[in-house]
């Protein structure tokens, strides 16, 4: 099914009951010197809400109806300001992508409301229409509006995976239910039997497809199911960890990479070793990189999503995006640099063939 076609100039003037060139003149600024009523100004831009008509006012190539620009969207803020930022490898990506394919990007930070979400319809229009078509990411969405640009025909990719009833959302993921299987397999290897999970207190997506994920890896290679704790990172503390290991747990999984610096933390206030005393792997790959050593963690491939979340909207825009909808990436395995045998199982050996697979 083709998209709606875009509203135009013709359509506003005929809704407000005034000619095409009033329309002109207001767009353009010029209403009050061509002695434009402030009421029939007022009707001209009600009529523009109305349909949601946004002014391509960046246009430069009308070829195929393009301008050759596309949009990064969020429901929150997240565009970075620093290294440090979550978010920043996505952005990478999608900007890396995005010189690779002669296209130009707009931040849409002006939809920010005063309580810091972000908005695509705050001003009645879909202000993201300066744009052929946008890619959205963050944690947080807006159900009504993504319902409503769907039903609009207007072309957006999402970064992670987003369920809207009733909408087909094309989306770039990563496989965090399958990036698990390593982190079973070099527990198994060194002979853990009692895990603890520590996961974050708000459950999305991909929270929930890595815990399912550890679950279901543990009972194929025979490990208990790990003790689950979900708390944030300033509530992980001496208490826990001691307790943890008062009840036989000699690993422990950490769903974030500000859980695992949190961890990492309390373990040396307790003078305990990594691996010696208690073995640790991060879920998520840190920004900042402090966790690749010591601490073993998986690797989310954030550049590589943004760059093919460019990619999907590209050939969304041109009509050649393919039934499939969705794209899944790979998530690096672990390394085993903070992994040890459990001191109660010191005469088992690792498996040569799970640790020489780099897991």
Not at 205 to 221: C, K, M, N, T, W
Not at 305 to 315: C, D, E, F, I, Q
Request: charged share 25%.
């Amino acid at each position: 099914m083709s998209n709606p076609r875009a509203p135009r100039q013709s359509d506003i003037a005929r809704i407000a009951g005034v000619s095409q060139a009033a329309v002109s003149m207001v767009l353009n600024g010029r209403a009050s010197e061509n002695g434009i009523p402030e009421s029939t100004e007022s009707r001209i831009r009600a009529a523009m809400d109305q349909l949601g008509y946004v002014p391509n006012v960046a246009a430069r190539s009308l070829k195929g109806g393009r301008n050759g620009l596309i949009g990064v969207h969020t429901f929150e803020p997240v565009f970075p300001v620093a290294s440090s930022d979550y978010y920043r490898e996505f952005l990478n990506g999608i900007e890396e992508q995005a010189v690779y394919e002669g296209l130009d990007l707009v931040l849409f930070a002006s939809t920010q409301r005063a309580d810091g979400s972000r908005s695509i319809y705050g001003s009645g229009a879909n202000r993201l229409r300066l744009a052929d078509g946008a890619i959205m990411l963050g944690f947080k969405k807006d159900d009504d509006e993504l319902a409503r640009l769907a039903a609009e025909g207007y072309p957006f990719v999402f970064i992670g995976h987003r369920v809207v009833p009733g909408v087909d959302i094309p989306h770039v993921t990563a496989d965090y239910r399958g990036g698990m299987r390593p982190v079973a397999d070099v527990l198994a290897a060194f002979g853990h039997a009692r895990v603890a999970y520590l996961g974050i207190t708000v459950r999305g997506p991909s929270q929930l497809e890595r815990l399912a994920g550890i679950r279901e890896s543990f009972a194929v290679d025979g490990i208990p199911a790990p003790t689950e704790t979900f708390v944030e990172p300033a509530d992980v503390d001496e208490t826990w960890v001691r307790r943890q290991l008062d009840d036989g747990v000699t690993a422990i999984l950490a769903e974030s990479f500000e859980l695992a610096r949190a961890l990492g933390a309390v373990v040396k206030r307790l003078s305990l070793s990594v691996p010696d005393d208690v073995s640790i792997i991060c879920l998520d790959t840190d920004p900042i990189g402090e966790l690749n050593d010591p601490i073993s963690h998986v690797h989310i491939p954030r550049r590589e999503m943004g760059r093919l979340a460019v990619t999907m909207l590209n050939h969304l825009i041109d009509g050649t995006l393919g039934a499939d909808r969705v794209a899944v990436l790979a998530c690096g395995a672990p390394s085993d640099v903070s992994v040890g045998r459990p001191r109660a199982a010191a005469g088992l050996v690792a498996d040569p063939a799970l640790t020489s697979r780099g897991v």
